[in-house]
């Protein structure tokens, strides 16, 4: 099946611990994205990525850093210098073009970082 | 003033009743609008595509968007507790431009 998928979906870090969100998806789709969502926050663009080896910082992207690669994969790296990381994380996909419905994404099920 | 404002409720309904969902927005290039709905710990997934303005229905859903009051809404007939969700609506201005998210309308259905 055709999907994204997220993984770990549950993660525990020390502060001070650089930690890494795999997502990676077989739509062959051109753009990746990654969200944040806090309760009563709704979701917070992180960074996203519409070519292979770039990427653009979205409204929240201090403190995290990500790669492209791949055109499958999108990894995020949430780092020691986010202030709050605790939050849930999702990652999501899109057509860019013809082909879609423009502005539609597809998310994975999401990765839940808890800082102890 | 934010681009996309929605009432986060919480929003509680009996079972059978008609549940209104509403987003307001200030950016008039919006023209694609969609309604997202997301179950607890999951992943949004698509309700609703809608572009420019007029109605959509799909089975008890309906999506609403004036684009002269800059005002959508989504409509819920014979609400079922599986409806219990987070409703989040969203707004494009097109190929190239991000999606704009509201926060999320949590809605409780009860049997």
């Known amino acids: 099946d055709g999907g994204i998928t997220q993984s770990p979906k549950y993660l525990f870090r020390k502060e001070g611990q650089n930690v890494t969100l795999s997502c990676e998806q077989n739509l062959n789709h051109d753009a990746m994205y990654w969200y944040r969502q806090d309760p009563g926050q709704g979701l917070r663009l992180i960074y996203y990525s519409q070519i292979v080896n770039d990427f653009q910082k979205g409204d929240i992207a201090e403190g995290y850093s990500v790669s492209r690669e791949k055109k499958e994969s999108f990894p995020l790296t949430v780092t020691s210098a986010q202030k709050n990381p605790t939050a849930f994380y999702l990652c999501?996909?899109?057509?860019?073009?013809?082909?879609?419905?423009?502005?539609?994404?597809?998310f994975g099920e999401g990765s839940r970082l808890t800082v102890l | 003033q934010k681009e996309v404002e929605q009432d986060p409720g919480p929003l509680s309904v009996p079972e059978g009743a008609i549940v209104s969902l509403n987003c307001t927005y200030s950016?008039?290039?919006?023209?694609?609008f969609m309604w997202y709905r997301q179950y607890s710990r999951k992943g949004p997934e698509l309700l609703m595509y809608t572009y420019s303005s007029g109605n959509k229905e799909d089975g008890r859903f309906t999506a609403q968007v004036d684009k002269s009051s800059k005002y959508i809404s989504l409509f819920i007939r014979d609400s079922q507790p599986s409806d219990s969700a987070t409703y989040l609506c969203?707004?494009?201005?097109?190929?190239?431009?991000?999606?704009?998210f509201g926060k999320g309308t949590t809605l409780s259905v009860s049997s």
């Open positions: 950016n008039s290039a919006f023209q694609y």
């Open positions: 969203a707004m494009s201005a097109g190929a190239g431009t991000a999606l704009i």
């Open positions: 999501a996909s899109s057509i860019i073009g013809a082909g879609g419905r423009t502005g539609e994404l597809f």
